[in-house]
Structures are given as structure tokens and as C-alpha cells.
Nanobody, 124 residues
């Protein structure tokens, strides 16, 4: 079993920054893609960013490109999401996920393990 725990969420003003962290434990493996998704109230869960097993390849949703950066530290079983220039529309619960492939994936069904999420609220 794989356990994923997100942290680092909170309340921030528009234009501010937050850094989300995801700690993986259990039967986890650095051989798999990791991703961040988010879900705003009344909306479906959507893709934010993904990083390949080696960290050499990343992919971002258009809405966050240039503002968010995903990274990973396989030695520590950690994945991060640095979020800069935050906007009110970034308000959502952010989820960390481990995929079933090695390279970048943006579809929900490519991910088998999910964390419980961390709330990010951006005030205007």
C-alpha cells in the first residue's frame, strides 16, 4: 500500500506564493510518475502538473504554466509544487498522486494512488 500525505496549503493573498509538499511512504517507488491535481468547489478534479520518475520531464496545465514548478527528491520520497503569482482562481484542494507509468501523464486514470489533499485559498 502507498500512502501520500500533502502539506503546505493555507491562505494567501493574490500574488503570493506557497510551496506544497507530498510525502510518500509504504510500498512506494521512485520509478513512477508523480502528479498534482486540484479540485475547486463544484468542479471536477483537474490536472495541474506532472513529473517523470527521473525528474527530467515535466508537464503543466496551461492555467499554471510559468507560475508553478513541480519537482521531486527520490532519495526522500518527496514531491513538491512551488506556486508563485497565485490567483483567486487557484483556490482548490490540491492532491498529490502516484501514477502507474514512468513518464509524464495528465489524465486522472493514469494515477493509482492519491493523498487526502491540502486546501489552498487565495484571497483577492
Amino acid at each position: 500500500q502507498v500512502q501520500l500525505v500533502e502539506s503546505g496549503g493555507g491562505l494567501v493573498q493574490a500574488g503570493g506564493s506557497l510551496r506544497l509538499s507530498c510525502t510518500a511512504s509504504g510500498r512506494t517507488s521512485s520509478a513512477y510518475v508523480m502528479g498534482w491535481f486540484r479540485q475547486a468547489p463544484g468542479k471536477e478534479r483537474e490536472f495541474v502538473a506532472t513529473i517523470s520518475w527521473s525528474g527530467s520531464s515535466t508537464l503543466y496545465a496551461d492555467s499554471v504554466k510559468g507560475r508553478f514548478t513541480i519537482s521531486r527528491d527520490n532519495a526522500k520520497n518527496m514531491v513538491y509544487l512551488q506556486m508563485n503569482s497565485l490567483k483567486p482562481e487557484d483556490t482548490a484542494v490540491y492532491y498529490c498522486a502516484q501514477g502507474t507509468a514512468a513518464n509524464t501523464r495528465s489524465r486522472l486514470y493514469d494515477y493509482a494512488h492519491w493523498g487526502q489533499g491540502t486546501q489552498v485559498t487565495v484571497s483577492s
